[in-house]
């Protein structure tokens, strides 16, 4: 949560008490945006945040036992107007060696339940996540990201991913299939967290 001040609070050297604005009123208070009572402060949440309150915030959550071997993830997104803004976190209780492919023309697997993260919410994103993936010749085209961390034989989480969304967030093609790979080196856990929501263009 972030708060800004409109009292005596410059910006570009324009004082908002003063500024011709839709959002300021002739007394100098913001209008349409919730203040504090008490400080005049504007309460103001992140874009994402705003996205989950109408709806528009999706989550899938899968934990698999991987031992020594592969496990693929298929996600597709829709043919829409609507844009996945991506985030994509794993985590695993050993070493992983992780890619992220765009442009695969494999076949979905075992369905995941797309969870929207506002539970009053009746809205659907039109992506369709699954486990281990069949057929078609490959994962994809183009490699968004690949990384190998953690430690063989030492039991501690590696995590990937699930920074800052400026450094982690993907924009996704519509109507296009991507792979994210987890390959394990030992007998581990792998915990998969997929965040995202749907946003039109301007």
Known sequence: MTTWTNRNYKQNEVD????TSPLIDEGGKVKDIKQDSSTEALTIIEYEHHELHGGSSY???DVVNVSSTTVKWLISTPDS???AHFQPSVECTGEMYEIFTEGADRTHGTGLTVINRRRVSSSTSGCT?????TGG????????RTLRVGSTGV???TISGGGSRATSEFILKP???YVLSITTYANVYVSLHLDWYMHADK
């Open 137 to 144: 010749s490959t994962d994809g085209t183009t490699t968004l």
């Open 129 to 133: 996540v699954s486990r281990t993936p």
């Open 59 to 61: 989550t899938v959550s």
């Open 155 to 157: 039991g501690s989480k």
């Open 175 to 177: 109507n296009t299939k």
């Open 81 to 83: 107007e609507k844009y």
């Open 16 to 19: 908002l008490k003063t500024a």
